[in-house]
């Protein structure tokens, strides 16, 4: 396996590659990644709905959503969360700030639409009928207490969520095997569904899931508690908005920024070192 520095010094080319993809490659890989993180988040319901005790249903439906990340790191795809890492090139002058910025914003609106393509379709194909409705009273539920959050408890749930999520990548880059990658990214993503963090991408699917779902299937859903605090406006302000922040300040400077530092970040002596060698090999 590569080492923690080995993975750090990896990261500046694989960031740097991602910078360079023409929009259109960006938003299909986005789209892709956002449907993959979504077909996670139907599988997890989908586990998880039919089981009484709500500790050993979240448990269940935790040990279902890294297929998500799997999909995404395996298959081949541009996931707005991981890609806060592309902070690391950014702080070794690799990549500019505004490259990384242009990554962040086409992929980001590619996961919103592949995660609320997969709502939409996981609602009208029906898929939220399983057990007699409970899929779509699951779905709504979940929404509404996504939307029923302050800013700074979403805010701060985005944070732990994506210190997790990034070193879940980072374990996977550590792996040289599929199963390795696996095994390596299965832990961190598992427990912070297991405690209920918040994922900007993710919840581009559970929030517009439980919106559909409220129109769809109206009456199986009508005694969900809070439902009409559940609207599109709900789901930018009080959830994307607050949890993308914080994803933001997880991965990029909590994950990131300590990984640059401690692995990558050149002192004045080497600075001076390598400024040395430059100059007597001119």
Known sequence: MNSPAEVAKNYISIGKAKTTNSIGKLLILGILAGAF????????????????????????????????????????????????????????????????????????????????????????????????????????????????????????????????????VWMAFAAKDVTGKIIGLFFPIMLFVLCGYEHSVADMYYVPAGLFAKMKFADAVADVSNLNNLNWGTFFIKNLIPVTLGNIVGGAFLVGLPYWAVYLRKSKTQKETEKTVNLSGK
């Open 37 to 168: 993180i979504a077909f996670a988040g139907v599988g997890a319901t989908t586990a998880a709905v039919s089981i009484e005790k709500a500790s050993v249903a979240k448990f269940v439906g935790a040990c279902v959503f890294p297929a998500g990340l799997a999909m995404v790191l395996i298959a081949g795809s541009e996931l707005f969360t991981g890609n806060c890492l592309i902070i690391i090139p950014v702080l070794d002058g690799e990549v500019t700030v505004g490259a990384m910025l242009r990554n962040w914003v086409i992929v980001y609106i590619g996961n919103l639409i592949g995660g609320m393509l997969i709502a939409f379709l996981a609602t009208y194909s029906n898929t939220f009928a399983l057990f007699g409705n409970g899929l779509a009273v699951s779905a709504t539920s979940t929404a509404v207490a996504k939307v029923s959050m302050t800013f700074g408890s979403a805010f701060l749930k985005g944070v732990l969520c994506n210190i997790l999520v990034c070193i879940a």
